[in-house]
């Protein structure tokens, strides 16, 4: 199949949140002998954990070492979601790969999520990269990224909370169960600031896999001075982030205790360190254009934390929001938080089977107005409130999709 082919069918396939169970994908594996032959850091998270990923990602680069990533979600073509240095897959090079065990593919009933694991791990083992950084899909124990016979340097477990419990569980511990999935035997585990019932859990699951935990330490004087935060995380002093959003303190902390965790094995000196902090930010994380804010928060943690960092920022200009949501998301939490905060909130949807629709926001129409076309809104907000901030969020799919308009049609 060539490239065009290829891409076709990974759309034919895509099984998100309709089935979440690993018996084709690990027959495949076995049947294929796939693994990943290089050395690599495992990530994971409710929040936190493609910031994370991209933090690591730039630093090891900045530190002189050939580092490939494996990171969702891509914005203009798949191939963004294997990276090596800067440079994504070439599209011979994914289609060559598919080819190679394409009939094995299609017999064995896998999700696009996992065809594309297929295809970035098969192309790092080519490749070989100094180190890879892997982010799963989604859990930990079920993900695709998790291979029985593989042990990664360091799990990293950024957040737990509530999401997606229809399939890693209906408790913060049952998620977290799941999510310590990614934990090795005689393999170091680092965790973000998890609440006592989640750390318990991969705390119990270390200590059974004899792998040593560690846990982020606190950050300090943390300031925002347009464009930069900065802050402490010992050892090191006035470090800075080039973004205005407070929560991606906990992401660089995180990435900066591995960098410490992984000292001995991938040396990293203080220049480097500051340097990969420093570079430019994932998209759509309080990513702005004139005074449209995108962000993908899509879960009751990611907006508490949002609305945190927005709020400030707006220096008390009204925050109008637009919001659209996948329909598995807990927005009965999340509309009133946002809602306490902001001047209006305009629902609206998009084009994904996912997303909700009008009759999936019925709930909540007496509250606020639903228009279909979001762009129409936007741009109704542009004309009405120049002055004002103008909030995207509740999902990362529509944030990318607002964010391709506004960018590539708004020029802004």
């Given at each position: 199949?060539?490239?065009?082919?290829?891409?076709?069918?990974?759309?034919?396939?895509?099984?998100?949140?309709?089935?979440?169970?690993?018996?084709?994908?690990?027959?495949?594996?076995?049947?294929?002998?796939?693994?990943?032959?290089?050395?690599?850091?495992?990530?994971?998270?409710?929040?936190?954990?493609?910031?994370?990923?991209?933090?690591?990602?730039?630093?090891?680069?900045?530190?002189?070492?050939?580092?490939?990533?494996?990171?969702?979600?891509?914005?203009?073509?798949?191939?963004?979601?294997?990276?090596?240095?800067?440079?994504?897959?070439?599209?011979?090079?994914?289609?060559?790969?598919?080819?190679?065990?394409?009939?094995?593919?299609?017999?064995?009933?896998?999700?696009?999520?996992?065809?594309?694991?297929?295809?970035?791990?098969?192309?790092?083992?080519?490749?070989?990269?100094?180190?890879?950084?892997?982010?799963?899909?989604?859990?930990?124990?079920?993900?695709?990224?998790?291979?029985?016979?593989?042990?990664?340097?360091?799990?990293?477990?950024?957040?737990?909370?509530?999401?997606h419990t229809e399939f890693l569980g209906r408790t913060i511990s049952?998620?977290?169960?799941?999510?310590?999935?990614?934990?090795?035997?005689?393999?170091?585990?680092?965790?973000?600031?998890?609440?006592?019932?989640?750390?318990?859990?991969?705390?119990?699951?270390?200590?059974?896999?004899?792998?040593?935990?560690?846990?982020?330490?606190?950050?300090?004087?943390?300031?925002?001075?347009?464009?930069?935060?900065?802050?402490?995380?010992?050892?090191?002093?006035?470090?800075?982030?080039?973004?205005?959003?407070?929560?991606?303190?906990?992401?660089?902390?995180?990435?900066?205790?591995?960098?410490?965790?992984?000292?001995?094995?991938?040396?990293?000196?203080?220049?480097?360190?500051?340097?990969?902090?420093?570079?430019?930010?994932?998209?759509?994380?309080?990513?702005?254009?004139?005074?449209?804010?995108?962000?993908?928060?899509?879960?009751?943690?990611?907006?508490?934390?949002?609305?945190?960092?927005?709020?400030p920022l707006a220096s008390g200009k009204p925050i109008h929001v637009?919001?659209?949501?996948?329909?598995?998301?807990?927005?009965?939490?999340?509309?009133?938080?946002?809602?306490?905060?902001?001047?209006?909130?305009?629902?609206?949807?998009?084009?994904?089977?996912?997303?909700?629709?009008?009759?999936?926001?019925?709930?909540?129409?007496?509250?606020?107005?639903?228009?279909?076309?979001?762009?129409?809104?936007?741009?109704?907000?542009?004309?009405?409130?120049?002055?004002?901030?103008?909030?995207?969020?509740?999902?990362?799919?529509?944030?990318?999709?607002?964010?391709?308009?506004?960018?590539?049609?708004?020029?802004?």
């Amino acid at each position: 199949m060539n490239y065009q082919e290829v891409t076709s069918y990974l759309k034919e396939r895509d099984m998100t949140m309709s089935r979440y169970e690993r018996e084709d994908w690990d027959k495949f594996v076995k049947k294929i002998g796939l693994s990943l032959n290089v050395p690599f850091i495992h990530i994971t998270g409710s929040n936190g954990k493609g910031s994370t990923a991209h933090y690591l990602y730039k630093i090891y680069q900045e530190a002189g070492y050939t580092v490939s990533i494996f990171s969702k979600p891509y914005f203009y073509k798949v191939n963004e979601l294997m990276e090596t240095n800067g440079k994504c897959i070439s599209d011979a090079d994914f289609a060559r790969i598919f080819s190679l065990h394409e009939n094995e593919i299609k017999a064995a009933n896998l999700s696009s999520f996992e065809i594309e694991t297929y295809i970035a791990f098969a192309y790092f083992n080519e490749i070989k990269p100094d180190l890879a950084i892997i982010e799963a899909g989604m859990g930990g124990a079920t993900d695709s990224t998790t291979l029985d016979d593989d042990k990664p340097l360091l799990s990293i477990i950024t957040s737990v909370s509530l999401e997606h419990t229809e399939f890693l569980g209906r408790t913060i511990s049952e998620i977290a169960l799941n999510k310590a999935g990614i934990v090795k035997e005689n393999s170091p585990v680092l965790i973000g600031k998890l609440d006592e019932a989640a750390e318990s859990v991969v705390s119990d699951v270390a200590r059974e896999l004899f792998s040593k935990l560690y846990k982020v330490d606190d950050f300090h004087n943390e300031v925002y001075e347009a464009p930069h935060y900065r802050f402490d995380y010992l050892p090191y002093k006035a470090l800075q982030l080039l973004t205005p959003a407070a929560y991606q303190l906990k992401n660089a902390s995180i990435a900066i205790e591995a960098t410490n965790i992984l000292q001995s094995k991938y040396k990293v000196d203080e220049t480097s360190l500051r340097r990969g902090l420093e570079s430019s930010p994932l998209p759509c994380r309080m990513e702005r254009h004139h005074n449209i804010i995108i962000d993908g928060a899509h879960n009751p943690e990611a907006v508490e934390a949002l609305m945190e960092s927005v709020v400030p920022l707006a220096s008390g200009k009204p925050i109008h929001v637009l919001f659209a949501s996948f329909k598995d998301k807990n927005i009965a939490v999340e509309l009133p938080r946002i809602d306490k905060d902001s001047a209006e909130i305009v629902l609206t949807s998009f084009d994904s089977p996912r997303a909700r629709d009008e009759l999936d926001y019925f709930l909540y129409e007496g509250d606020y107005r639903f228009e279909k076309d979001y762009k129409v809104v936007l741009n109704d907000y542009l004309v009405s409130y120049p002055n004002d901030v103008i909030l995207v969020c509740g999902s990362l799919a529509f944030a990318s999709l607002v964010r391709l308009y506004v960018v590539e049609e708004l020029k802004l």
